[in-house]
T-cell receptor, first 113, second 112 residues
Framework: AQSVTQLGSHVSVSEGALVLLRCNYS??????LFWYVQYPNQGLQLLLKYTSAATLVKGINGFEAEFKKSETSFHLTKPSAHMSDAAEYFCAVQKSTGNQFYFGTGTSLTVIP | NAGVTQTPKFQVLKTGQSMTLQCAQD?????MSWYRQDPGMGLRLIHYSVGAGITDQGEVPNGYNVSRSTTEDFPLRLLSAAPSQTSVYFC???????????FGSGTRLTVV
């Protein structure tokens, strides 16, 4: 079964510091991978997705993620945190065929002024 | 361009009551799904549908029913609400070509 593991349910960074949110997947074949963001009392919005093209994927709001097959990882980064980045972030994996998504348990990002 | 619309946004039920959470999308997406979100557990798939007339169970289907009579609508029914069903419910849709989900804004359900 496909699954994702997000290391760290809570991450705090200072404004302007590097953001690193970790995601590892388990799959026998490289799947499609996604990062979603959820702001308080809202639904999930797509940040970026990996679909077997370039391994470094750029998303919205300055976020990017790198697919590393050897490490089965898809960590999310942003060079400089902004207060508006405070939210819950979910990593998700999808089979290369079919539409069923599997979500991680989420990482809550706090940005300290 | 409404996307995915969920109603109601908030609901309080008494144990044993039934209700239907509504979900509608206007993007002609074949695939629709229902998730529940609980603290520390992420999103868990309840039921999904790959097209009108076709539904299937996800990870946590017990206590919930769905039907898909049209492409646009995918209601979730709670037959006899239990406190364990207190959660935030999200409906999502996608088409295979887009390879991503569009989420509704959620329904916050409390069962007392």
């Amino acid at each position: 079964a496909q699954s994702v593991t997000q290391l760290g349910s809570h991450v705090s960074v200072s404004e302007g510091a590097l953001v690193l949110l970790r995601c590892n997947y388990s799959s026998s074949v490289p799947p499609y991978l996604f990062w979603y963001v959820q702001y308080p009392n809202q639904g999930l919005q797509l940040l970026l997705k990996y679909t077997s093209a370039a391994t470094l994927v750029k998303g919205i709001n300055g976020f990017e993620a790198e697919f590393k097959k050897s490490e089965t990882s898809f960590h999310l980064t942003k060079p400089s945190a902004h207060m508006s980045d405070a939210a819950e972030y979910f990593c998700a994996v999808q089979k290369s065929t079919g539409n069923q998504f599997y979500f991680g348990t989420g990482t809550s990002l706090t940005v300290i002024p | 361009n409404a996307g995915v619309t969920q109603t109601p946004k908030f609901q309080v039920l008494k144990t044993g009551q039934s209700m239907t959470l509504q979900c509608a999308q206007d993007m002609n997406h074949e695939y629709m799904s229902w998730y529940r979100q609980d603290p520390g557990m992420g999103l868990r798939l309840i039921h999904y549908s790959v097209g009108a007339g076709i539904t299937d169970q996800g990870e946590v289907p017990n206590g919930y029913n769905v039907s898909r009579s049209t492409t646009e609508d995918f209601p979730l029914r709670l037959l006899s609400a239990a406190p364990s069903q207190t959660s935030v419910y999200f409906c999502a849709s996608s088409s295979p070509a887009r390879l991503s989900y569009t989420f509704g804004s959620g329904t916050r359900l409390t069962v007392v």
